[in-house]
C-alpha cells in the first residue's frame, strides 16, 4: 500500500472519529433539550393544573358573587319593605292617638251628663314648685273618678296660652281616687317640655273638665341648673374686692391647687394627711367648686338678693 493510499485511509478515519465526536456531542445535547422538555412538560401540566384549580375557584367565587347580589337585592326589598312598616306602623299609630283622645272626650261628656255639676273637685298641683328650662312639666291629680277628656291649659308669665294639653286619655285606681299618669299628660301629642325660648317666671295654669273649672295655680320656671352655675362663677369674678381673695379666678379656672389653698387655709393639709384618699388631685376641683358657691351665696345673702333662695 502506498503512502498515498494510507493517507486517505487516515484522513477517512479521522473523519469517521470527528464525526463520531460530533454526533455523540449531538446525542448529548439532545439528551439534554430532552431533559429540559421534560422538565418543562411537568411545570406545563402543574401549570395547567393550578389554571384549573383556579379557574374553578374563579367559578365558585363567580356564582357567590350572584349570589351575595341576589341576597343584596333580596335585603334592600326587605328594607323598603321594613320602611313601608313603619310609614304604616306610625300612621296607625298617630290613629290610634287621634282615635284614643277622641274617644276620651266622649267619655267625658257621656260623664258630664250623667253628672252633671255634682263631681267632686279633684285634688290638683304641679309636680314640683320649681321648674328648670329643660324639664317636663306633669301634674299630680287625684279624683274620686277618672276625668276622661279633661285637660290642663298653661299659661306663660305675659298670660300667652302656651299648651292646651290633650285629653286626658288613661287613668289609673289608686288606693281611693283615680289618678292619670305623667306620661299621658301630653300636648299636641308631645310631652310639654320647657326649652330656651320661654319666659321665666311664674306660670300659671288651669285644669278644666268640660265647662268646669276643677283647679288652677302657678309655678315658677327658672334657668337651667349649668346656667345657675355658669352666673354664679361669673358674678364671682365680677365681684368687687374678689379678685384679693383669689387673685386668679378672673380669668380661666386652671390654678384650682391655689384657689384651694388660698380657699380652704391651713385646714387643708390635715384633711389630705388623716385620709389618703384624699391626695387624689380630682378632689382639689370638687373642693374648689364648694368653697366658691358658699362664698357666692354668703355674698349674695348678705346684699339680701332674692336669687339665692332660687339657688338654695
Same mark, same amino acid.
Given at each position: 500500500?502506498?503512502?498515498?493510499?494510507?493517507?486517505?485511509?487516515?484522513?477517512?478515519?479521522?473523519?469517521?472519529?470527528?464525526?463520531?465526536?460530533?454526533?455523540? &456531542?449531538?446525542?448529548?445535547?439532545?439528551?439534554?433539550?430532552?431533559?429540559?422538555? @421534560?422538565?418543562?412538560?411537568? @411545570?406545563?401540566?402543574?401549570?395547567?393544573?393550578?389554571?384549573?384549580?383556579?379557574?374553578?375557584?374563579?367559578?365558585?367565587?363567580?356564582?357567590?358573587?350572584?349570589?351575595?347580589?341576589?341576597?343584596?337585592?333580596?335585603?334592600?326589598? @326587605?328594607? @323598603?319593605?321594613?320602611?313601608?312598616?313603619?310609614?304604616?306602623?306610625?300612621?296607625?299609630?298617630?290613629?290610634?292617638?287621634?282615635?284614643?283622645?277622641?274617644?276620651?272626650?266622649?267619655? &267625658?261628656?257621656?260623664?258630664?251628663?250623667?253628672?252633671?255639676?255634682?263631681?267632686t273637685q279633684p285634688f290638683v298641683e304641679p309636680r314640683k314648685e320649681v321648674f328648670r328650662i329643660g324639664d317636663t312639666i306633669a301634674f299630680n291629680v287625684e279624683s274620686e273618678m277618672a276625668l276622661y277628656g279633661s285637660h290642663f291649659e298653661v299659661y306663660d308669665p305675659n298670660s300667652t296660652l302656651i299648651w292646651e294639653g290633650d285629653p286626658l286619655a288613661e287613668w289609673v285606681e289608686l288606693y281611693d281616687y283615680w289618678v292619670p299618669p305623667y306620661y299621658g299628660q301630653t300636648a299636641y301629642m308631645e310631652p310639654m317640655s320647657f326649652t330656651e325660648n320661654y319666659t321665666l317666671g311664674n306660670w300659671t295654669y288651669i285644669y278644666w273638665f268640660g265647662e268646669l273649672k276643677m283647679g288652677e295655680g302657678w309655678f315658677t320656671l327658672i334657668e337651667a341648673a349649668e346656667d345657675v352655675i355658669a352666673i354664679g362663677v361669673t358674678d364671682l369674678s365680677d365681684e368687687e374686692g374678689f379678685v384679693e381673695i383669689i387673685p386668679d379666678l378672673g380669668g380661666p379656672i386652671t390654678n384650682v391647687s391655689l384657689i384651694a389653698k388660698e380657699g380652704i387655709g391651713s385646714q387643708a393639709e390635715p384633711i389630705f394627711a388623716r385620709d389618703s384618699s384624699c391626695s387624689n388631685p380630682m378632689w382639689v376641683p370638687i373642693i374648689t367648686s364648694i368653697v366658691v358657691v358658699a362664698i357666692f351665696i354668703l355674698r349674695k345673702t348678705m346684699r339680701g338678693d332674692p336669687s339665692v333662695q332660687l339657688l338654695v
Open positions: 500500500m502506498g503512502e498515498r493510499e494510507q493517507a486517505i485511509i487516515l484522513l477517512l478515519l479521522a473523519t469517521v472519529i470527528s464525526a463520531s465526536f460530533v454526533m455523540l &456531542g449531538q446525542r448529548n445535547r439532545i439528551n439534554e433539550l430532552s431533559q429540559v422538555y @421534560d422538565n418543562t412538560r411537568f @411545570d406545563l401540566n402543574y401549570l395547567e393544573a393550578q389554571y384549573n384549580h383556579l379557574y374553578e375557584s374563579y367559578k365558585e367565587l363567580s356564582n357567590q358573587t350572584l349570589e351575595y347580589r341576589r341576597l343584596i337585592i333580596q335585603l334592600n326589598q @326587605d328594607l @323598603d319593605k321594613i320602611e313601608r312598616y313603619e310609614e304604616t306602623w306610625r300612621t296607625y299609630r298617630e290613629k290610634y292617638e287621634e282615635v284614643l283622645l277622641e274617644n276620651a272626650r266622649l267619655q &267625658g261628656e257621656l260623664i258630664m251628663q250623667e253628672y252633671g255639676d255634682n263631681i
